[in-house]
């Protein structure tokens, strides 16, 4: 093997070139099938093995020749400074492991960065052949063209042109984000090689074709940051290609008249006319697109100015390094606008801000913004100085194709988070750029020999030996990272699929044991809970557990506080550690086991500090005030959840309950009448009103009152829910039948409304055959039915 690899000379980068162009297709398509939340991992198992063995490969080559060539260019430690960035501080985060690992090397992990260093690095020194570069374009572009097919694919399934595929992946490249940002570095590469490239006729139209296609679906996702950016870029191009043609002499070094080259600008004109008409023709242009091609883009992120905020009240803290990588999910929990708790996303945690640069800004500090504004700035001053220089148009085509792919994937990073995919591109088409400019001798070569003389010899020896030992060592450490995040990913989905808790616990126990991640912990913990809700469930009320469920139930009990513990040890700062573990502990104080009540206000306590506008919490301090019977302290805690988010179902449920106990609901139903006129649009009050009434069987009032409340917000489930019982007590079956149909259809996978919906069909009682965790008292359970 090593003679193999000595044989290939680094110089004819023919080991490195076949990797970057397998990469340049594979990266953006590849997807485990069956298990497509592993995809994001897979990509990174796959750039890191690119890095590593493109590094030993060279290594080799070291050895073996006695020198390598890098590009003399102070880019290249400029670059240099942005994981050495995160690298410093990861070391001030408080959690070494997360900042440089995370789960398993994602996206603003140190690992991750330091990986597209070297794929930045690897590019630069082995990109001075011409035909690697056009050779991953080329791959690019490829890849690209399967993503549209994909694309394609699912919209023929929604005409029903296609038979529908089971578990057929959603997305290849990442999102429809990504995508929109990768056809757009394809399109900048495409009109590139039509303005710049010597290509046949067939070669010329088959570009066309694709970037006709290619802008529609840019159009179709409707991410207009993307295709300003592009039209932005289109404009450049043909402003540049006007301007070089008025400099070049009748026939330049390639044969070509000053109207060859404005006839060649055609492509981007029509590019910039592409992207005016769908930034001009607002959402009309991109929602007709997009209901053609069935194309779903969501685009759920926190905004500017709440990233703004963040990064503002965390620098009151530590300004320079930040909170650490990879913590922006904690600086969220902590920081985040209490007016999120109005949406759909209240309990979202956002592991990232409104961009990749704004993210880094709270992540790093001021050291990783500067890091990559330096980069950026000396980085575009030589893009912009090699634009006017005199060179032909077939030696233009590298260096403009490069600059401006890299310089379009570098200004999306600050406007909205690129997955593992676009990064790389982007770090690929920054080290192609300065590679491109050696080629051409505009920056010189810096050779390093090894065989200069003995001690030189030995260290440097010595050093190539332990930089191959290392990649070698991290590439093992991440492939065994991404296996336990398969195992992981694996169980989630036949969890979801089968729902066999044990099988699922076996994987994700593997996981664990591979790497123990807070995230895995914590999930053992979960299963290990709902194992315990299972068997307590099953108890009639009353009666005592079985000696043969007594054991089990031991044993699910101590794993769970233990796998919950291990996992704040692993992550303290986790506000979801301390949640689980205060679930625990609740469950178990609902069955008066002694001390359980006291752990459980303890843990929640801990993650109300670390996530102070969560209104979970509050409502599970609130469920434990009420197991001691602590009604009024219940209360509180329930009307503070309200407070938090004032259209939190779960809170009016349990404060009706609380009510309901302590015997004031006529009080109570007065009070909340007043509060609907006072208020006349808040669904959750007519909510709550309506459950009193239900309580009290008073079904008349409560199916006006969640009347009201489906008539204000339509898709609330569980008043949906309750006022089809309400139907159903009043004799109205058949408008029941249809609340529960319409619940059928946005939960098609619910058991309680199957049951209810087959027995209401069967005109039997909606509850006849229930059994646990099922039971004929929904307005009684400790939380909402749906």
Request: proline share 4%.
């Amino acid at each position: 093997m090593y003679n193999l690899l000595i044989m290939l000379n680094i110089k004819e980068i023919k080991p490195v070139s076949i990797l970057f162009m397998v990469l340049a297709f594979l990266l953006p398509i590849a997807v485990f099938p069956g298990v497509y939340n592993f995809s994001p991992a897979l990509k990174i198992a796959i750039l890191a093995t690119v890095a590593v063995v493109s590094v030993v490969i060279m290594m080799i080559n070291f050895l073996h020749s006695g020198s390598i060539e890098l590009p003399k260019t102070k880019l290249l430690w400029l670059m240099l400074l942005i994981p050495a960035s995160f690298l410093i501080s990861a070391f001030f985060s408080g959690n070494l492991n997360q900042s440089i690992f995370g789960t398993s090397f994602e996206v603003g992990t140190v690992g991750s960065m330091l990986i597209l260093y070297v794929i930045f690095l690897v590019s630069s020194i082995v990109g001075s052949k011409g035909y690697l570069s056009t050779k991953v374009m080329i791959g690019s572009i490829v890849a690209m063209a399967v993503c549209i097919l994909h694309a394609l694919m699912i919209t023929l399934m929604a005409y029903g042109a296609l038979p529908v595929i089971n578990n057929f992946p959603l997305y290849l490249a990442g999102n429809y984000l990504d995508l929109s940002v990768l056809l757009g570095l394809s399109i900048i590469l495409s009109l590139s090689a039509l303005n710049f490239g010597e290509l046949s006729s067939r070669v010329k139209i088959t570009l066309w074709i694709f970037n006709v296609i290619a802008i529609l679906f840019m159009g179709a996702v409707g991410f207009k940051a993307s295709v300003i950016i592009l039209g932005i870029f289109s404009l450049l191009l043909f402003v540049y290609i006007l301007s070089i043609s008025r400099n070049q002499p009748s026939d330049d070094s390639m044969g070509m008249s000053q109207t060859s080259w404005i006839k060649k600008s055609y492509s981007s004109v029509f590019v910039l006319l592409a992207s005016l008409v769908i930034v001009i023709s607002g959402s009309s242009f991109s929602s007709f697109l997009s209901n053609m091609l069935k194309i779903s883009s969501f685009d759920v992120r926190p905004g500017l100015q709440s990233t703004l905020d963040i990064v503002q009240n965390q620098y009151q803290h530590n300004a320079i390094t930040g909170a650490g990588p990879n913590k922006f999910a904690e600086l969220w929990a902590f920081y985040k606008p209490m007016d999120i708790n109005v949406s759909d996303f209240w309990a979202t945690d956002f592991s990232y801000g409104y961009g990749f640069v704004p993210s880094v800004a709270a992540t790093v500090g001021i050291l990783g913004v500067l890091s990559i504004l330096a980069f950026l700035f000396f980085y575009i001053k030589s893009g912009f100085a090699t634009f006017f220089m005199p060179l032909s148009g077939n030696t233009r085509f590298m260096p403009v194709a490069s600059f401006l792919a890299s310089l379009f994937l570098w200004i999306t990073f600050f406007l909205y988070n690129p997955g593992i995919v676009v990064l790389s591109f982007g770090f690929i088409w920054s080290g192609f750029f300065i590679a491109s400019l050696a080629n051409l001798g505009l920056i010189q070569q810096f050779k390093v020999n090894i065989f200069s003389n003995p001690k030189a010899n030995f260290v440097s020896v010595f050093l190539v030996v332990v930089v191959m030992m290392g990649a070698v060592s991290t590439l093992y450490f991440s492939w065994e990272k991404i296996a336990a995040s398969f195992l992981f990913n694996k169980a989630i989905v036949n969890l979801d699929q089968d729902g066999d808790i044990s099988k699922a616990r076996i994987s994700i126990l593997e996981a664990a044991q591979i790497y123990p991640s807070s995230t895995y912990l914590r999930s053992l913990a979960e299963l290990d809970l709902l194992n315990i809700e299972r068997i307590i469930a099953a108890v009639p009320e009353g009666s005592q557990i079985q000696e043969s469920a007594v054991g089990e139930l031991q044993a699910s009990i101590g794993s769970s506080v233990d796998f919950a513990k291990r996992a704040i040890a692993t992550d303290p700062n986790g506000y979801q550690n301390h949640m689980t573990l205060g679930r625990i502990y609740e469950s178990l104080a609902q069955k008066s086991i002694e001390g359980a009540g006291p752990n459980a206000v303890a843990a929640y306590v801990e993650a109300e500090r670390l996530n102070p506008f969560n209104p979970a919490i509050q409502l599970g301090l609130a469920r434990v005030a009420s197991f001691s019977s602590n009604l009024e302290a219940a209360k509180k805690y329930a009307n503070k959840s309200i407070e938090l988010k004032a259209n939190y179902t779960d809170g009016y449920f349990i404060l009706a309950q609380l009510e309901a106990a302590s015997n004031n609901v006529p009080g109570t139903v007065r009070a909340l009448e007043s509060a609907t006129l006072i208020d006349p649009t808040n669904s959750g009050l007519y909510f709550q009103l309506g459950l009193l009434k239900y309580q009290t069987s008073d079904f008349v009032g409560s199916a006006v009152a969640f009347e009201r409340s489906v008539a204000i917000v339509p898709d609330y489930a569980n008043a949906h829910y309750f006022l089809g019982l309400s139907y159903y007590r009043l004799g109205r079956k058949t408008e029941a039948v249809a609340q529960f149909e319409g619940l059928k259809v946005t939960n098609p996978d619910n058991a309680e409304i199957d049951l209810i919906l087959s027995n209401l069909k069967a005109n039997k009682d909606p509850f006849t055959g229930a059994e646990p965790p099922i039971d004929n008292k929904p307005e009684d359970r400790n939380e909402p039915p749906l």
